[in-house]
């Protein structure tokens, strides 16, 4: 299904679509463009392929740049992602360094922005692109993890590089960086209520679904729907359906996908099973 903003007015009521309409109206004929490492898998991605039509169908000209990476670049950015997150063993070669370097240099030479009004740049991957510019417009980074206690080698890295956007999207008050003087906003996580992971099922299809898969309809579910990501805990879950079961008779259900920009997944997957 392709969205249309009419769609959402049965879940958020004909004001709120009224207001978003009335609000974008100052925007008409701007030309935005959102910049990320992957067209599948993850929150991100997710998020992008529902907002950009629908600005799009308010009239703001909205585009999408993928960030073409190879299989070093995203297992260094994946170990920068973890780094970010926290995890203080993350070491910043100077090999990375050069990779991640490299690699964004040669999108910029393919990735022009001179038509832009607006350039919004997610997450840690494509950060540094900024730097290859002479900007002609505002840039925002949008971080959709939680830097609050970001490793102090991986944000010594970044931080000059997002300190040249104009402003940061974070999705908590909390994930600010408090030695980041850039403006912050926050935009607070949500879901697209109609996609395909969201959207009802029939009682005979969900039937149909759970005994292909072998699981017992007449006893609770506990479950994890998420990427196998090591920050998603999925391990974390398995023990805790290890605690519940000694006292109520449940079965676990992991179910999760594959972000493209993500080699760790398939590592953590092969942990779960």
């Not at 980041?180 to 679904?209: C, F, G, W």
Request: charged fraction near 30%; include cysteine.
């Amino acid at each position: 299904m392709i969205p249309r903003l009419e769609y959402y007015e049965k879940i958020v009521g004909k004001d709120v679509i009224e207001y978003a309409r009335a609000s974008s109206e100052r925007l008409i004929g701007t030309h935005i463009v959102h910049v990320n490492a992957t067209s599948q898998g993850g929150g991100v991605a997710e998020i992008l392929n529902t907002l950009v039509i629908l600005m799009n169908r308010l009239k703001i000209d909205t585009g999408w740049r993928i960030f073409k990476g190879s299989d070093h670049f995203f297992n260094i950015t994946k170990k920068i992602h973890n780094g970010m997150q926290g995890d203080t063993s993350v070491k910043m070669t100077s090999f990375r360094k050069r990779v991640y370097l490299e690699e964004t240099e040669r999108n910029c030479i393919m990735t022009h922005f001179k038509t832009k009004d607006l350039v919004i740049v997610h997450d840690p991957q494509p950060a540094a692109m900024i730097m290859h510019y002479e900007k002609r417009q505002p840039w925002i980074w949008r971080c959709h993890i939680d830097i609050k206690h970001a490793s102090p080698k991986v944000w010594d890295f970044l931080k000059p590089f997002i300190s040249k956007y104009d402003g940061v999207i974070v999705s908590m008050d909390h994930y600010k960086k408090e030695d980041l003087a850039t403006k912050y906003h926050i935009i607070q996580p949500s879901i697209d209520p109609l996609s395909i992971k969201n959207a009802p099922i029939k009682p005979e299809r969900r039937k149909k679904v759970l005994s292909k898969r072998g699981i017992d309809q007449d006893r609770p579910i506990l479950t994890q729907i998420s990427r196998f990501d090591p920050w998603k805990d999925p391990l974390g879950v398995v023990k805790i359906w290890e605690k519940v079961r000694k006292e109520t008779d449940c079965q676990l259900v992991l179910m999760g996908d594959m972000a493209g920009d993500d080699p760790e997944g398939p590592v953590i997957y092969e942990k779960v099973r």
